[in-house]
């Protein structure tokens, strides 16, 4: 039984949906059609490009856990796999047990940044670091611009008056004829649209503005 197949059944015994790829385009359609908690990467598969292919899908899903499972201990690629993306290093061959505590402890490790990461589409707000990027690109914001955002992301889908942006936001009441959320909505725009066909915050005539996921 080969590696893949001899993962794909023991990871499914432990309760894990398993996908697996066999080159780089097989990887490609599946991470653009899938949103994965974990990735398993056999870093020297002749047909896998593994640090580029996650550094794509670090692009696409800041969120997502990778263990590279290789036959190599060497010290040089344990450090270039883990400062590109890689959450853990596992060196064949390998007690099983031990890959399904690390497979758990990277999902842990995940569902706890989830906690501080806001997302809309392509855009993600990172709470601890106050990192904005979209499609991977860092976004510069002013404090205000943050908090604007992440107003606007803990509400996504939803209509936000004008009044309610500025009383949440601004922590005023008054000053109803100001345009400051107008000015601001403008500022983010400039800012996270640019180089960008789909746009994310959208004008509610009469009312005041959405951010459509």
């Known amino acids: 039984m080969n590696l893949c197949k001899y ?3 023991g990871l499914r015994e432990a309760g894990f949906q398993v996908e697996i790829a066999n080159d780089n385009e097989e990887t490609r359609e599946l991470i653009q059609e899938n949103d994965f908690d974990l990735v398993l990467l056999e870093s020297e598969s002749e047909n896998i490009n593994g640090i580029k292919l996650i550094q794509e899908l670090k692009k696409r899903n800041d969120d997502v856990g990778v263990i590279f499972l290789s036959e190599k201990a060497d010290i040089d690629l344990k450090v ?11 060196v064949s061959p390998f007690n099983f047990r031990e890959l399904i505590a690390r497979i758990r402890a990277v999902l842990r490790r995940e569902t ?17 670091n106050r990192e904005v990027k ?3 690109k860092t976004i510069e914001l002013t404090l205000k611009e943050f908090n604007l ?5 803990r509400n996504k889908n939803l209509v936000l008056t004008r009044t309610v ?6 922590n005023i009441d008054f000053l109803n004829d ?3 959320v107008d000015v601001y909505i403008t500022h983010l ?4 649209d640019k180089g960008f066909s789909e746009k994310l915050i959208h004008t509610v005539r009469g009312v005041g503005y959405i951010l459509k996921d």
């Open 165 to 170: 942006i500025k009383e949440k936001v601004w």
């Open 134 to 136: 979209r499609d991977g």
């Open 80 to 90: 270039k796999a883990l400062d590109n993306g890689g959450d853990d290093y596992v």
């Open 7 to 9: 993962l794909k059944k």
């Open 112 to 128: 706890r940044n989830v906690d501080n990461i806001l997302k809309a589409k392509n855009l993600t707000l990172n709470l601890l």
């Open 149 to 153: 955002l992440e107003y606007l992301l």
């Open 178 to 180: 100001t345009n400051i």
């Open 189 to 192: 725009r400039d800012k996270m």
